[in-house]
Nanobody, 126 residues
C-alpha cells in the first residue's frame, strides 16, 4: 500500500510560479511512474504530466508544455510539479498518482495508476 500526500497549493496571481510536492510512504518509490492530474470545477480530471520509472522520461499535456516541469527525488520519495507562468485556466485541484507503468502511451490514462493523493488546490487569479 502506498500513501501519497500533496502539498504546495495556494492562491497566486497570473504569471506567478508554484511548486507542488507529492511525498510517498510505503512501497518502493523508485519503481513507480508518477503522474500529475488536475480537475477543475465542473470538468473531468485531466492529465497534466508524468515522469516514468526507470527512464525518468517526462511527458506533458500540450497546455502546460514549456511552463510546467516534473522532477523526482527517489531518495526523498517525492515528486515535484514546478509550475511557471501560471494562468487562470490552470486553476484546479492537483493530484499525484503512482503506478507501475512502463509505456509512455499509458501515462495519460488515470485508470492505469494504482494510488492517488487527496489533492491540493491551486487557484490562479487574473
Amino acid at each position: 500500500q502506498v500513501q501519497l500526500v500533496e502539498s504546495g497549493g495556494g492562491l497566486v496571481q497570473a504569471g506567478d510560479s508554484l511548486r507542488l510536492s507529492c511525498t510517498a510512504s510505503g512501497g518502493v518509490f523508485s519503481t513507480y511512474t508518477m503522474g500529475w492530474f488536475r480537475q477543475a470545477p465542473g470538468k473531468e480530471r485531466e492529465f497534466v504530466g508524468a515522469i516514468v520509472r526507470n527512464t525518468g522520461f517526462t511527458y506533458y499535456t500540450d497546455s502546460v508544455k514549456g511552463r510546467f516541469i516534473i522532477s523526482r527525488d527517489n531518495a526523498e520519495k517525492a515528486v515535484y510539479l514546478h509550475m511557471n507562468s501560471l494562468k487562470p485556466e490552470d486553476t484546479a485541484v492537483y493530484s499525484c498518482a503512482a503506478g507501475q507503468l512502463n509505456y509512455y502511451r499509458d501515462v495519460t490514462k488515470s485508470y492505469k495508476y494504482d494510488w492517488w493523493g487527496q489533492g491540493t488546490q491551486v487557484t490562479v487569479s487574473s
